[in-house]
């Protein structure tokens, strides 16, 4: 079975960073794109980041040139790295990966807050 597990959430004031880590359980980061997504109340969870097997890069415009999606494959573990946060970007944040683009696969999410 494969298990996402995400870390790294928390309370942070404006303008501070977090970086998020997701590790799975399986080593399946191989044939995976992998991703960020987040959900704030009320609202559709969105596309944050994304990064595909090769290593090309897709950014919501609202994080652009402030969140730095990666991966290390060897460690089956992706990050989320969140710098000049804004109250905006509170919400709870989920890892996704998939597998030979056929099977998807989510943690349970962590949350982040930004608030003064």
């Known amino acids: 079975q494969v298990q996402l597990v995400e870390s790294g959430g928390g309370l942070v004031q404006p303008g501070g960073s977090l970086r998020l880590s997701c590790a799975c359980s399986?080593?399946?980061?191989?044939?995976?794109?992998v991703g960020w997504y987040r959900q704030a109340p009320g609202n559709q969870r969105e596309m944050v980041a994304l990064?595909?097997?090769?290593?090309?890069?897709n950014y919501a415009d609202s994080v652009k040139g402030r969140f730095t999606i990666s991966r290390d494959n060897a460690k089956n573990t992706m990050y989320l790295q969140m710098n000049s946060l804004k109250p905006e970007d509170t919400a709870v944040y989920y890892c996704?990966?998939?597998?030979?683009?056929?099977?998807?696969?989510w943690g349970q999410g962590t949350q982040v807050t930004v608030s003064s």
């Open positions: 990064i595909t097997n090769s290593g090309s890069t």
């Open positions: 399986r080593s399946i980061f191989d044939d995976s794109a």
């Open positions: 996704e990966a998939r597998y030979r683009n056929t099977f998807n696969y």
